[in-house]
């Protein structure tokens, strides 16, 4: 079992750019979320899909957007990048419980840079 | 809203035991988590805490949980140079669905 993948390791864009980011969530895994860990800080929450569907959503602008597809896997895409943008960004997959707990597992995250 | 705080750097020595601290805000919170990041990898889940329980033991390590102060420590018995990580709390609540709240992480540094 590999484990939660993400790709590509590290990216550089400029402001103003375009990104996708890929994640295959670990093996029998139905459930993606998506995290922003900023330098210093601890992981936010961006997103979570679950049956191709966006089910909740943190505190993000609309320039964020993902997708999730019939295999489980998800993208993460953000517009108009901003400098405010660079961080790791981290996918975790878990099975869907219906219930608050979330053995989450992380992937080991994409570092964007934005120049 | 929900907010998660510990304190962002602990100083140990080897062999002794260490116990981070993490409070939080969202009483309705279901579970608890710590987890473990290193350098340039992901974040790895050590362990996690039902809001009924006080306490919960696994190997080295111990999760103490105040309900009634927000309070949640972690303490790592014996601990070791491969210890030295950053360690977050996070809580997750039945209200805020399957969203994990991340505090800022606590740096743990463990001398030889």
């Known amino acids: 079992d590999a484990g939660v993948t993400q790709s590509p390791t590290h990216l550089i864009k400029t402001r103003g750019q375009q990104v996708t980011l890929r994640c295959s969530p670990k093996?029998?895994?139905?459930?993606v979320s998506w995290y922003q860990q900023a330098l210093g800080q601890g992981p936010q929450f961006i997103f979570q899909?679950?049956?191709?569907?966006?089910?909740q959503r943190g505190n993000f602008p609309d320039r964020f957007s993902g997708h999730q597809f019939p295999n489980y896997s998800s993208e993460l895409n953000v517009n108009a990048l901003l400098l405010g943008d660079s961080a790791l960004y981290l996918c975790?997959?878990?099975?869907?419980?219906?219930?608050?707990?979330?053995?989450?597992?992380f992937g080991p995250g994409t570092r964007l840079t934005v120049l | 809203g929900e907010d998660v705080e510990q304190s962002l750097f602990l100083s140990v020595r080897e062999g002794d035991s260490s116990v981070i601290n993490c409070t939080y805000t969202?009483?309705?919170?279901?579970?608890l988590y710590w987890y473990k990041q290193e350098p340039g990898a992901g974040l790895q889940l050590l362990t996690y805490?039902?809001?009924?329980?006080d306490m919960k033991q696994d190997q080295r390590l111990t999760v103490l949980l105040n309900k009634k102060d927000k309070h949640l420590s972690l303490r790592i018995a014996d601990t070791q140079t491969g210890d030295s990580a950053i360690y977050f709390c996070?809580?997750?609540?039945?209200?805020?669905?399957?969203?994990?709240?991340f505090g800022a992480g606590t740096r743990l540094f463990v001398k030889a």
């Open positions: 975790a997959s878990s099975l869907h419980q219906g219930s608050s707990y979330n053995e989450q597992f």
């Open positions: 093996s029998g895994h139905d459930t």
């Open positions: 899909y679950y049956e191709e569907e966006e089910r």
């Open positions: 969202d009483s309705s919170s279901t579970y």
């Open positions: 805490i039902f809001s009924n329980m």
């Open positions: 996070a809580e997750s609540s039945s209200t805020g669905g399957f969203k994990t709240i």
